[in-house]
């Protein structure tokens, strides 16, 4: 997937292009308007991330340029005006999705995922109450983790790891993916608690925790 992140902060256009790069998808990042518009013109991209405070050209703008020029790239526009007339206001000049600041990193991976399965006319449930996989069953209501017929136990935190790794199969979860995803934003960057946790987890759930596959200096992968 090819996006354009169009974000002034520093810190904040650093960090979601790392994020954003550890799943795999490619990344240019505009610093301004006028940039995110000249790289609009001349790539071609799945989602554009559009922060609306930017010097120069506003994120409102850029965004009327763009719907303007007949583009039709989906656009989620980020910013940290989340009232309800800000984003009736974004929806309304040709935004396709709203998500206010600070927000949840895996939140923004979803709602990424979401808007180019729309953009691409691929529909997936992801409601569904019960996932299943192999011998591995996990009821979204119950919260109950059942292996074969046996039911294994788990924490609030092996539940999430174990659901994280359950919906996205075959995908590569960086540490700090799932870092962000589990523990939050304000987590450690520099702890191993993934490392310990998923060590938990393969130990709870057997034969079918050698599913999840440690790539070395990347993550880990649930087959």
């Known amino acids: 997937m090819n996006i354009l992140l169009v974000e002034d902060e520093v810190r904040v256009a650093d960090f979601v292009r790392r994020g954003l790069s550890a799943e795999g998808w490619s990344v240019d990042h505009a610093a301004d308007g006028e940039d995110a518009l000249e790289l609009a013109a001349i790539n071609s991209y799945d989602v554009i991330l559009l922060d609306l405070m930017l010097p120069g050209i506003q994120g409102q703008d850029v965004c009327r340029k763009l719907r303007a020029r007949k583009t039709k790239t989906p656009i989620l526009m980020l910013t940290a005006l989340d009232s309800p007339e800000e984003k009736v206001a974004g929806l309304r000049i040709g935004a396709d999705d709203y998500l206010p600041k600070p927000f949840d990193f895996d939140e923004l991976i979803a709602r990424v995922e979401a808007l180019h399965r729309r953009a691409s006319g691929y529909a997936q449930d992801a409601n569904d109450t019960i996932i299943s996989s192999g011998a591995l069953t996990f009821d979204r209501e119950s919260l ?66 050698k599913r999840i596959v440690t790539l070395r200096h990347v993550g880990y992968r649930m087959t």
């Open 144 to 209: 109950q983790v059942m292996v074969d017929d046996t039911e294994v136990e788990l924490s609030k935190k092996e539940r999430d790891l174990l659901l994280l790794f359950l919906t996205n199969l075959g995908r590569v979860l960086s540490r700090e993916r799932i870092l962000n995803a589990v523990w939050g934003l304000n987590a450690d960057p520099l702890t191993n608690v993934v490392d310990v946790y998923v060590g938990r987890l393969r130990r709870k759930i057997g034969s079918e925790g």
